[in-house]
């Protein structure tokens, strides 16, 4: 169990409305190995962004745990989580969530800096993760100055920036094209050489070869593949 850095255990999902109730996951299990890149599959409303949030503290499950780190996560109040969230997870959205009226060098060290790095350093890593990632040209562009997948390879580096223990990365090529996609998918295969631990949802089968273990979503549980 030392090598296990999250575990979900019979995690469920119920949203209360005012006419209905809407049971979304249903007794979710999952074991995280530190390291190993797992992929959930789902189409499009089945509940894998609900599950993702719920992994990565985003979100409160309605009934069920998860340990991340050696500690269950929703024994915290929103104030630590936060801080968990800025130390030790990375997020990689499909909609890159970039300030606009930042740079990307500003955009990849913001978290840092909230995180209480020096300055200096904050920016020196944040040119690093841009140089690592093909984009160190990019650095003083705005967002919207740059393509859509560059704009996800500053998500990446931004994600990458306070050296998080584990990656979240939900539907992080759904609006690009093939082109974009391949190289986006190299920088999660170069993260998987280095041996990071990565999540990632997606509803693209060709995307789920890259998963060193592989889980579809389906009528609210998880199965292995």
């Known amino acids: 169990m030392n090598n296990v850095i999250l575990q979900a255990s019979t995690v469920s999902k119920t949203y209360f409305l005012e006419n209905e109730t809407i049971e979304v996951l249903q007794g979710v299990n999952l074991l995280v190995s530190k390291g190993s890149f797992v992929v959930i599959l789902g189409p499009s409303g089945s509940g894998k962004s609900t599950l993702l949030n719920i992994l990565s503290s985003l979100d409160r499950p309605t009934d069920g745990k998860v340990v991340f780190d050696s500690v269950d996560v929703f024994s915290h109040d929103d104030t630590r989580l936060s801080e968990i969230r800025n130390k030790k997870m990375g997020f990689v959205f499909q909609f890159h969530h970039l300030l606009a009226e930042f740079t990307c060098l500003e955009?990849?060290?913001?978290?840092?800096?909230?995180?209480?790095?020096?300055?200096?350093?904050?920016?020196?890593?944040?040119?690093?993760l841009l140089d690592k990632f093909d984009i160190g040209d990019k650095k003083n562009r705005l967002p919207l100055e740059i393509s859509g997948g560059e704009r996800q390879r500053?998500?990446?580096?931004?994600?990458?920036?306070?050296?998080?223990?584990?990656?979240?990365?939900?539907?992080p090529t759904g609006n690009l094209d093939e082109e974009n996609t391949n190289k986006l998918l190299d920088v999660f295969g170069s993260l998987k050489s280095e041996g990071r631990t990565i999540i990632l949802v997606t509803h693209s089968v060709d995307i789920s070869k890259f998963g060193s273990h592989v889980y579809k979503l389906k009528e609210r549980e998880l199965h292995a593949l």
């Open 107 to 128: 955009n990849v060290a913001l978290p840092a800096l909230v995180n209480g790095s020096a300055q200096n350093k904050a920016y020196r890593r944040a040119q690093d």
């Open 154 to 171: 500053v998500a990446i580096a931004r994600a990458m920036i306070n050296d998080p223990l584990i990656i979240f990365a939900d539907e």
